[in-house]
């Protein structure tokens, strides 16, 4: 941030100096105010992200169109065949109490 001090240097060192600094701070103000528009920009479509992946998250079978067996994995891979029971495991081992 400039001082008071150093403003009145400046308008006192010349009147191309003046003009020279104004127009810096124009073109600074100007390239602030697009990024500032641009970051606004991506603000907006990672807040409509984070709706949609919450609206997601909050799903579930009591409150979702879709069945069960449409749902996406978290871990990207398909839900198994066959369950794990008794009759298609070869062997179940009983632990010891």
């Known amino acids: ?8 240097a400046i308008y006192r060192a010349s009147e191309e ?3 020279q600094v104004l127009l810096a701070m124009d073109a600074r103000i100007h390239a602030l105010e697009q990024q500032v528009l ?3 920009v991506h603000l907006d479509g990672s807040e409509q992200r984070v709706k949609l992946l919450e609206d ?3 799903k579930n079978s009591r409150n979702s169109s879709k069945p069960p ?3 996406r994995w978290s871990s990207g891979s ?3 065949k066959r369950w794990p029971t008794s ?10 109490r």
Not at 87 to 96: E, F, G, Q, T
């Open 78 to 80: 398909k839900p198994p």
């Open 69 to 71: 067996s449409t749902w």
């Open 1 to 8: 941030m400039m001082t008071r001090e150093e403003a009145q």
């Open 38 to 40: 641009e970051l606004t």
């Open 17 to 19: 100096t003046v003009v």
């Open 87 to 96: 009759r298609n495991w070869p062997m179940i081992v009983k632990l010891p």
């Open 56 to 58: 997601q998250l909050a």
